[in-house]
């Protein structure tokens, strides 16, 4: 289960297209026939079978509060913010920012992932509707997934170009500025990893 919002409606693209300079019109497709846009004929398969599959049974004691799991996650998310707010040495080449951009980026995948897992295991054991959301989740990352490392792939792409007008115009502690700006950046793509998070966080919570 996911609230993604759409790349191009997100914090991160808007603050992306400031930087750069690059118009990113409004797309006039609905969320629903963009997002169809990545699903393959044997994508449309897993996902009907996720919503018309035979649930798992809830266990025993499945129904615990989900306190356990709103503090993982607030750590997980603090534990990465800091992470990104410590990194903060200016340099004046760009190699050294994409080693330390993508470093950053593999390290919420690492905590994120995992953790989104654990929830899905732990919603999937709650009910029979509960345990479809579930699987529903697990389709929707492992199709969107790939698509989505993709386009984060190119972050560091369009950061270069933000570095490079920087360094041109050589004003006062540009360094400085890049590198908060960079920052802010993976703030915002934190905030689109963790957001499938928060989903199942919310259906724990509502169950």
Known sequence: MSRRTGFTGSALIRLL?????????ESKQGFADRLSRWFGWTDAISL???????????????????SAEEGECARVRTASVNA???????????????RR??????????SIGPLRGRLRARLAARSP???RLAAVDAVMEQVLG??????LATVPVLLEKHFERLRQADG????????????????AELDIRLQPVEGLLDALRMS
Do not use: N
């Not at 599959?53 to 509060?65: I, L």
């Not at 990104?84 to 994409?98: E, L």
């Open 172 to 187: 006062p502690g540009w360094p400085d500025v890049f590198c908060k700006d960079m920052q802010g950046v993976l703030f």
């Open 17 to 25: 297209a400031q930087l750069t300079d690059i118009d990113v019109p």
């Open 146 to 151: 790939a698509h989505e490392q993709r386009l």
């Open 129 to 131: 509707a509960m345990s």
């Open 48 to 66: 009907s079978a996720a919503l018309d599959g035979s649930p798992a049974t809830a266990r025993s004691g499945a129904r615990a509060s989900a």
């Open 101 to 110: 951009y993508v470093a950053r980026q593999q390290a919420m995948e690492a």
């Open 84 to 98: 990104i707010a410590a990194d903060s040495a200016a340099a004046t080449d760009f190699p050294s920012y994409r």
